[in-house]
Each structure stands twice: as C-alpha cells, then as structure tokens.
C-alpha cells in the first residue's frame, strides 16, 4: 500500500496543488460527476498518494474527513487511492463519511463495505432540445419579460472587477435569511481565489446597480458543459431577476455550442427506492425522505427543486453518502458542518 501524505499543504489554493487537482477532476472522468469543479474550492484540501494518479478531496470536520466525490483518479489508482484514503484516516483515529458521490462509486464503496445511501439527486438541461416556447413556460416567460421590461441588463465581467458589488449583494442576501443564517461552503460553489479564472460570472444590473448574479463552473465527461453555480440577488426587486439572467447565459451557451447546462446538486431531491443499492440502511433512507417533507430549516430543497424544475431538466442524476460502518445521523451531520450550515 503505498504511503499517505500528510494533511498540510494540501489546499487547492497552492499552485502545484491546484494544478494536479484540476487536471485530475478534468481528465478522470469515469464518475461523471458534474460537481467535480467543486473540488477546487479554496479551504478544500486534497489527498494524493505516492504512485497513484488521483486525488480526493475533502474537508476535516470533527472526527471525521468529509470526502466530497469519489477519488477523481485513473482506474488503475481509483480504488487504492480510496484505501490510502481510509487508511490514513483511521490512523488518526478518524472516520470517513463522503458526500456527492455517483452511481459508480456507490458501487464500488459498497462492495468495500460502506453503508451506501441515496442522498439527492443532480439536474441538468440538455441545450441543444431547449425552448422556452409552448404553453408550460408562459408564465416564466412573463417573468422574464418583466425583468428585462424593468432596465434589467445582462453582462459577462471578471469577477475582480466586481469585489465591492458582489460584496453588497451578499450582505444584503445573507441578511434576509435571519440572524443564524451563513454562508455555505464545500458542496456550494465560491468567487475568488486561483480557480476563478476558470469560471464565467455573469450579473444583472438595473440603473447601474448589479442587483443579481450567476457564477458558472466547467463540467467535464460526456455530459461537458457548465454548471449554474453560486447565484444570489439583492432581496425584494424585479421577479424573474434570476431567470432572465440564467435565460440570457443560455442563449450566449447556446451560441458557443455548449451541450449541457447543469444545475448542480439538491440533497433530498430525486429519491427513488429503485436507486438504493443493496445493504442500504432502511432508516436513513426514511430519514432523507422527512428531510425532503419537513427538513427546509436545515435546507430548502423544495425552493432548490421548485427553482430547477422551471428548466425542464433532464431525468435526475442519483447522488449518494457513504458512512465508513454503519450510517450515522452524527456523520450525517458533519457534512453540513464541514458546508459551515452551523
């Protein structure tokens, strides 16, 4: 087994690091995973081993290392890097849970001997096939004229232009969710930072004033595209701010000759009983069901949902945990503390 490195040094933020991160989530492909991107946040380190092409990333929260993903590695690598991974995990006494990961690693973490579950589900629209003609998107249509109606203009710009204005926006939306309200982090998208030159940012502006935005995250493999990402909007204002800005980046997509508009992870959307894999736990399965029926105070799935759907987006992508024994509400609860939720 080949011999772990240490966790310093590890975040993406270093440049040696954030290249071989980004190489693999952009060449180890086999997953699919369409979050992969996320992987190069900036407090998200990444495990590497000696030998082995790949990496892991994660996030340690507690007694636990939050893996988001599955190992983005060769073939040949994908499942010693894993055991690497555990490995140096249980050496300090730590467990693993990991988040976010696809049909093909449940798989394989199950036959490891995980406790696999469904988790949620990813959505995504397929460019080419879109319209928003026909009756089933006239009332978004409205909403989108509206907005643009009101002096709404739609803009690509470098997000290090935008610092002072990107900062108001989230003051002010942050500020609207209540007094306990933070941001998310690790299974959400970020601004800033040595990955951002990869990333597309798009803002609304009415008068002058940016009122809203959208940040957009390459995706990789053969549904490549990119991914409505972090977004957020001065509260209150124009309806239909959101969809005009995502309508407008469609059409610049579709112009460029972008396949697929992704739109990202909901935990507790898209459960389906069919998807669960054998030896999962039939507790935790009812427990993202509640989630899904009641579970808004700890994430808004619905709304999540509710928004994406207006898309008519393809079948979901079933996304699942893994608990290294059996489930854990507390590891459970870990990955919202490593999204920094509390």
Known sequence: MPSAPTLENTAPDRPAVHDTVLKAISTHTQAENPSAFLAMSQNTSAFTAPGLDGVIAYRKAGRYLVQFGGPFAAPDSYRPLLDAFVDHAHSQNLQVVSAQLQHHDAKVYAER????????????????????????????????????????????????????????????????????????????????????????????????????????????????????????????????????????????????????????????????????????????????????????????????LAYKEKWAPEAPICEYVAFDGPASVAAFAHIFRACNAF
């Not at 001997?113 to 409205?142: C, E, I, K």
């Not at 690790?186 to 803002?203: C, I, K, N, S, Y």
């Open 113 to 304: 001997g995980f406790t696999v579950n469904q988790f949620g589900s990813s959505w995504a629209v397929h460019l080419p096939d879109f319209t928003l003609r026909g009756t089933r998107f006239m009332r978004m249509r409205n909403k989108i004229s509206r907005a643009f109606r009101s002096g709404l203009t739609v803009s690509e710009v470098p997000a290090d232009g935008m610092t002072d204005a990107i900062r108001a926006i989230d003051t002010a939306w942050l500020g609207s969710k209540g007094e306990q309200a933070r941001p998310l982090e690790f299974l959400v998208g970020e601004l800033g930072g040595p990955a951002q030159q990869h990333r597309r940012l798009f803002v609304g502006t009415i008068d002058s004033k940016v009122v809203g935005y959208i940040s957009y995250s390459p995706v990789y493999g053969s549904r490549a595209g990119w991914m409505h990402d972090l977004s957020r909007r001065i509260p209150g204002g124009t309806p239909g701010l959101m969809e005009a800005i995502n309508s407008h980046v469609i059409e610049v997509l579709r112009s460029e000759g972008t396949q697929w508009l992704h739109f990202g992870f909901t935990p507790f959307t898209g459960l389906d009983t069919a998807h669960e894999l054998p030896g999962h736990s039939p507790a935790f399965q009812w427990l993202m069901h509640f989630l899904w029926d009641q579970g808004a105070a700890l994430y808004p799935a619905q709304t999540q």
